[in-house]
């Protein structure tokens, strides 16, 4: 034990001219696991710090001492790689290898790390006298990056506090007591927090925040935006988890998503059926008629019996949940994390197989007809992450009495066998006009009116009293036993969100382009937020672009070999761009210039204001921040981050405060190569980096690390192995999914953010050295809109062309070539612009810059309305539509404009 007021077993860990004013003993929650740590107040930040408890005393006159780490064995066994099933069910069969794993976790934020096969599961190591028996992990949270923070229930407790960063990184804390959290929480509103959603320019210059009125208000906007037709479905859903409670970081508060669809053994699923969906006005219980009525006869049993003495558990239809620790890790054992925590819940082995999640349809029938202990929800992996459905760690769950081999998820038929396909149908599901129509309904059910009360009863909605907010006080129990029973409790029976609403949820306003014979021009507004990009709002099937205007570059260009565009962005509706060696800084409309023999950048004026007044105008200069000179910069959208690469391979990671740069990491991978091009998305804490041999490396922007290298494979293999090596030209993340667009040499390709290739060109679309593309960008279209458009390339001949992604073929599909030639010579910049992405700004070697928008329907004339209304309602597309007047085929083919290649 050291004393405190010392802080020598802590000093270490904190950033120069930071000093703790006062700390406070915490948990940091992970999953389930829970971890005994410090928060630690400072002037500019607050610093979580694991292994460390404050005794015997108050404030910084107490004692801290060291917790030793704890240490879990599990005993797994792993597949070979390779390994192939022969089951009937799945395509999968029995694999004849029986290796046991013993597996040791040091710590509970340790990963797990394979200690080698064990014949015997009684086979144990000695532990080392030099062994590490202390865990200290410390995370600093800035104000300077803190995003957001929420009050959070801990065991049913409103003692907990989550905080996310920049990044969307999130940081479960509970506190003691409530008055401890309360605490903290005024005292982080009351500092400046210039990047948060409580800053002082959104909240019109208060510097007095109000968290009850400000989450209110919040909310209500979020509600309304979700009415008015300008949120998803699937985002209102996660903002709703989030004011009520819910979270990621605890298992036992997971985010809870609907069921929706019912049909999961048709050959093919029609969104467009009412009969494909469940029925959202009702709980997994009331699924039903049958299965309602006994679960109504239980409820009606449970209160004949019922004399309201103290003590004794009120009625109630379920005596499970829809959401609970068990469940979620019942759906994502097969991925890290959670298959470790799935471990720990069953005693250090994988649960027997028959109780294992190996198929959808299976789980679904349970969950809605078969199983009256089962009215179990999901999790929001099912409409964005495929990874879970499949058994890539390889582990060895066993076989069913039935005799099938658990190893990937079964899926519907409809799904083809293809992990991603049924994500995507599922996501499109959800997004779909029945859903929106009927979605409230179900809100009402788990975060609404419906949740508690007549209304609950009325709804076959109640579950175990200990379920619900406000139900338990473990404060006031004394008795040990007691409350470790009522914690229990908690935990395997899950906890019922928060309730929003005491009235019902508003319905979603659903507005369709076609009224009767004509286009609705009315509905427009309201469908152009969730309309893909470069698509026609009200004909999302057509993508057509027009210039409206061009411009010439003639900022930054000083000292440039040539009159190359190296950047764009749209103020006001007028076009500013830069030169090649530029880069634009958005928020401040100024922009670096690098490339030059001081090894560093400069910071310039790239638009007139009141504040400076003359462009190009010199405001920092900075030396000396590559040992040699800069080949490409790139800042993040917010202007807070700055990446460079180097002629000497190297790529270095800076922070920006709108007057100096300061050095976070520097990056070494690319092996000689210079590094050639760069993107950022702090969104997904991701920076991509390309170099002159081709190479393609991805990289944590959080952790500074590396993740890994993406490799382009063309018909002939590796694109390394061809003999001859081609540049990486563009690197381009799509900050709505993070997938990654890369272009080497004049090869387009398409990754998630885990690195698996999506697709990549059709061979029939290869380039000539006349036309091969000189950049790529990708858009922020969803992976579950089809239709969008998710890549554009221009090319050195001047066109631009639009790209679409193929899901079951794998291929990028070309859209659209944009007919007006403004540009003659090869492109060197693009940029998407537009809240709904609809705009594209691009630049040539010439200087030249012209902005592309999206065709809108009220610019057509009657005919060419009258052939798009013709497509939405047969479903065809303009080349599938056959015409006996001649004049329409020559006005359909001007309004597609040219596709074919040169």
Same mark, same amino acid.
Request: one cysteine or more; hydrophobic letters at 35%.
């Given at each position: 034990?050291?004393?405190?007021?010392?802080?020598?077993?802590?000093?270490?860990?904190?950033?120069?001219g930071?000093?703790?004013?006062?700390?406070?003993?915490?948990?940091?929650?992970?999953?389930?696991?829970?971890?005994?740590?410090?928060?630690?107040?400072?002037?500019?930040?607050?610093?979580?710090?694991?292994?460390?408890?404050?005794?015997?005393?108050?404030?910084?006159?107490?004692?801290?001492?060291?917790?030793?780490?704890?240490?879990?064995?599990?005993?797994?066994n792993?597949?070979?790689?390779?390994?192939?099933?022969?089951?009937?069910?799945?395509?999968?069969?029995?694999?004849?290898?029986?290796?046991?794993?013993?597996?040791q976790?040091?710590?509970?934020?340790?990963?797990?790390?394979?200690?080698?096969?064990?014949?015997?599961?009684?086979?144990?190591?000695?532990?080392?006298?030099?062994?590490?028996? !202390?865990?200290?992990?410390?995370?600093?949270?800035?104000?300077?990056?803190? !995003?957001?923070?929420?009050?959070?229930?801990?065991q049913?407790?409103?003692?907990?506090?989550?905080?996310?960063?920049?990044?969307?990184?999130?940081?479960?804390?509970?506190?003691?007591?409530?008055?401890?959290?309360?605490?903290?929480?005024?005292?982080?509103?009351?500092?400046?927090?210039?990047?948060?959603?409580?800053?002082?320019?959104?909240?019109?210059?208060?510097?007095?925040?109000?968290?009850?009125?400000?989450?209110?208000?919040?909310?209500?906007?979020?509600?309304?935006?979700?009415?008015?037709?300008?949120?998803?479905?699937?985002?209102?859903?996660?903002?709703?988890?989030?004011?009520?409670?819910?979270?990621?970081?605890?298992?036992?508060?997971?985010p809870?998503?609907?069921?929706?669809?019912?049909?999961?053994?048709?050959?093919?699923?029609? +969104?467009?059926?009412?009969?494909t969906?469940?029925?959202?006005?009702?709980?997994?219980g009331?699924?039903?008629?049958?299965?309602?009525?006994?679960f109504?006869?239980?409820?009606?049993?449970?209160?004949?019996?019922?004399?309201?003495?103290?003590?004794?558990?009120?009625?109630?239809?379920?005596?499970?949940?829809?959401s609970?620790?068990?469940?979620?890790?019942?759906?994502l054992?097969?991925?890290?994390?959670?298959?470790?925590?799935?471990?720990s819940?069953?005693g250090?082995?994988?649960?027997v197989?028959?109780?294992?999640?190996?198929?959808?349809?299976?789980?679904?029938?349970?969950?809605?007809?078969?199983?009256?202990q089962?009215?179990?929800?999901?999790?929001?992996?099912?409409?964005?992450?495929?990874?879970?459905?499949?058994?890539?760690?390889?582990f060895?769950?066993?076989v069913?009495?039935?005799?099938?081999?658990?190893?990937h998820?079964?899926l519907?038929?409809?799904?083809?066998?293809?992990?991603?396909?049924?994500?995507?149908?599922?996501?499109?599901?959800?997004?779909?006009?029945?859903?929106?129509?009927?979605?409230?309904?179900?809100?009402d059910?788990i975060?609404?009116?419906?949740?508690?009360?007549?209304?609950?009863?009325?709804?076959?909605?109640?579950?175990?009293?200990?379920t619900?907010?406000?139900?338990?006080? +473990?404060?006031?129990?004394?008795?040990a036993?007691?409350?470790?029973?009522?914690?229990?409790?908690?935990?395997?029976f899950?906890q019922?969100?928060?309730?929003?609403?005491?009235?019902?949820?508003?319905?979603?306003?659903?507005?369709?382009a076609?009224?009767?014979?004509?286009i609705?021009?009315?509905?427009?507004?309201?469908?152009s937020?969730?309309?893909?990009?470069?698509?026609?709002?009200?004909?999302?099937?057509r993508? !057509?672009?027009?210039v409206?205007?061009?411009?010439?570059c003639?900022?930054? *260009?000083?000292?440039?070999?040539?009159?190359?565009?190296?950047?764009?962005?749209?103020?006001?509706?007028?076009?500013?761009?830069?030169?090649k060696?530029?880069?634009?800084?958005?928020?401040?409309?100024?922009?670096?210039?690098?490339?030059?023999p001081?090894?560093?950048?400069?910071?310039?004026?790239?638009?007139?204001?009141?504040?400076?007044?003359?462009?190009?105008?010199?405001l920092?200069?900075?030396?000396?921040?590559?040992?040699?000179?800069?080949?490409?910069?790139?800042?993040?959208?917010?202007?807070?981050?700055l990446?460079?690469?180097?002629?000497?391979?190297?790529?270095?990671?800076?922070?920006?405060?709108?007057?100096?740069?300061?050095?976070q990491?520097?990056?070494?991978g690319?092996?000689?190569?210079?590094?050639?091009?760069?993107?950022?998305?702090?969104?997904?804490?991701?920076?991509?980096?390309?170099?002159?041999?081709?190479?393609? +490396?991805?990289?944590?922007?959080?952790?500074?690390?590396?993740?890994?290298?993406?490799?382009p494979?063309?018909?002939?293999?590796?694109?390394?192995?061809?003999?001859?090596?081609?540049?990486?030209?563009?690197?381009?993340i799509?900050?709505k999914?993070?997938?990654?667009?890369?272009?080497?040499?004049?090869?387009?390709?398409?990754?998630?953010?885990?690195?698996? *290739?999506?697709?990549?060109?059709?061979?029939?679309?290869?380039?000539?050295?006349?036309?091969?593309?000189?950049?790529?960008?990708a858009?922020?279209?969803?992976?579950?809109?089809?239709?969008?458009v998710?890549?554009?390339?221009?090319?050195?001949?001047?066109d631009?062309?639009?790209?679409?992604?193929?899901?079951e073929?794998?291929?990028?599909t070309?859209?659209?070539?944009?007919?007006?030639?403004?540009?003659?010579?090869?492109?060197?910049?693009?940029?998407?612009?537009?809240d709904?992405?609809?705009?594209?700004?691009?630049?040539?070697?010439?200087?030249?810059?012209?902005?592309?928008?999206?065709?809108?329907?009220?610019?057509?004339?009657?005919q060419?309305?009258?052939?798009?209304?013709?497509?939405?309602?047969?479903?065809?597309?303009?080349?599938?539509?056959?015409?006996?007047?001649?004049?329409?085929?020559?006005?359909?083919?001007?309004?597609?404009?040219?596709?074919?290649?040169?």
């Open positions: 034990n050291v004393l405190a007021s010392s802080y020598d077993l802590i000093t270490g860990l904190l950033y120069a930071d000093w703790p004013e006062k700390s406070y003993n915490v948990k940091r929650c992970t999953g389930l696991e829970v971890r005994q740590a410090l928060l630690l107040w400072c002037r500019d930040a607050i610093y979580i710090i694991d292994g460390f408890e404050q005794t015997d005393g108050e404030g910084l006159e107490g004692k801290i001492n060291r917790l030793e780490k704890s240490t879990s064995t599990y005993y797994i792993l597949r070979p790689q390779g390994f192939v099933s022969v089951d009937p069910d799945c395509n999968e069969g029995k694999s004849d290898w029986e290796g046991e794993v013993r597996v976790q040091q710590g509970a934020d340790d990963k797990d790390t394979l200690a080698g096969k064990s014949k015997s599961k009684d086979t144990t190591a000695e532990a080392s006298s030099d062994e590490i028996t !202390y865990h200290h992990r410390s995370q600093r949270i800035a104000f300077n990056d803190l !995003y957001s923070v929420y009050r959070r229930r801990y049913l407790q409103q003692i907990a506090l989550e905080f996310y960063d920049v990044h969307r990184n999130g940081t479960l804390i509970a506190f003691s007591n409530n008055s401890e959290r309360e605490e903290v929480l005024s005292k982080i509103l009351s500092s400046p927090l210039p990047n948060s959603i409580f800053s002082s320019s959104i909240l019109g210059g208060s510097t007095s925040i109000n968290y009850k009125k400000f989450m209110s208000s919040l909310r209500a906007k979020i509600t309304n935006q979700w009415v008015q037709g300008r949120m998803t479905n699937f985002d209102f859903i996660m903002h709703l988890n989030s004011f009520a409670g819910r979270t990621y970081n605890d298992l036992t508060q997971y809870v998503f609907p069921w929706i669809i019912a049909d999961y053994d048709s050959e093919e699923v029609d +969104l467009e059926d009412p009969n969906y469940r029925d959202l006005s009702k709980p997994m009331a699924q039903g008629e049958s299965r309602a009525e006994q109504r006869e239980r409820y009606e049993a449970l209160e004949d019996n019922y004399l309201n003495e103290e003590g004794e558990a009120p009625p109630f239809h379920y005596g499970t949940h829809y609970c620790a068990a469940y979620v890790l019942y759906y054992m097969r991925l890290e994390p959670f298959s470790r925590l799935a471990l819940l069953q250090g082995r994988f649960d197989a028959d109780r294992l999640f190996h198929n959808v349809g299976a789980s679904w029938r349970s969950a809605s007809t078969e199983n009256l089962d009215v179990r929800e999901l999790i929001p992996e099912f409409f964005y992450l495929p990874e879970f459905l499949e058994n890539r760690n390889m060895d769950f066993g069913t009495q039935m005799g099938k081999t658990v190893h998820v079964t519907p038929a409809w799904a083809k066998g293809d992990p991603r396909r049924f994500i995507l149908v599922n996501r499109q599901a959800l997004e779909s006009n029945f859903v929106s129509k009927n979605l409230h309904k179900w809100c059910l975060f609404g009116f419906k949740q508690r009360g007549r209304e609950a009863i009325a709804s076959l909605n109640t579950f175990v009293h200990v619900y907010e406000g139900q338990v006080d +473990l404060e006031n129990i004394k008795d036993i007691q409350r470790d029973s009522i914690i229990a409790q908690i935990q395997n899950g019922t969100p928060s309730r929003l609403e005491r009235k019902p949820f508003p319905p979603r306003n659903v507005a369709t076609i009224k009767e014979k004509s609705d021009f009315g509905a427009l507004n309201s469908l937020a969730l309309t893909p990009p470069f698509c026609i709002v009200g004909a999302p099937h993508v !057509y672009l027009r409206t205007m061009w411009d010439t003639r900022v930054g *260009m000083a000292g440039q070999a040539d009159s190359s565009v190296g950047d764009m962005c749209l103020v006001k509706g007028q076009i500013v761009g830069v030169g060696t530029c880069a634009l800084i958005l928020p401040s409309k100024k922009y670096y210039r690098f490339g030059s001081n090894n560093g950048v400069s910071v310039h004026v790239a638009m007139a204001s009141a504040r400076y007044r003359e462009v190009n105008r010199v920092s200069i900075h030396d000396g921040m590559h040992r040699a000179p800069i080949t490409v910069a790139k800042p993040s959208l917010n202007g807070l981050w990446v460079t690469g180097c002629m000497d391979s190297t790529v270095r990671v800076w922070k920006y405060d709108g007057h100096n740069v300061k050095l990491a520097t990056l070494c690319h092996e000689g190569g210079h590094v050639t091009c760069i993107d950022v998305s702090t969104t997904f804490g991701t920076i991509v980096t390309g170099d002159a041999d081709g190479n393609v +490396l991805v990289w944590d922007l959080r952790t500074l690390t590396f993740l890994r290298q993406l490799r494979v063309d018909s002939g293999g590796d694109s390394s192995g061809s003999g001859t090596v081609e540049p990486a030209i563009s690197v381009s799509n900050h999914n993070g997938n990654i667009l890369i272009l080497v040499g004049s090869k387009v390709s398409l990754f998630d953010i885990n690195g698996s *290739m999506l697709a990549t060109q059709d061979s029939e679309d290869e380039f000539e050295s006349h036309n091969r593309p000189s950049c790529a960008i858009t922020d279209c969803p992976e579950w809109m089809e239709q969008g998710v890549a554009v390339t221009g090319h050195v001949n001047g631009v062309r639009l790209w679409s992604l193929d899901y073929e794998k291929l990028l070309m859209r659209h070539l944009i007919p007006d030639k403004v540009h003659s010579c090869p492109i060197t910049a693009m940029r998407v612009s537009g709904r992405q609809d705009t594209l700004l691009v630049g040539d070697k010439s200087g030249k810059m012209s902005v592309c928008k999206t065709l809108q329907l009220e610019a057509l004339n009657q060419e309305i009258s052939v798009i209304v013709q497509e939405m309602r047969t479903g065809k597309s303009i080349g599938e539509l056959k015409y006996d007047d001649p004049k329409m085929t020559d006005l359909v083919r001007n309004f597609t404009g040219a596709t074919q290649k040169d």
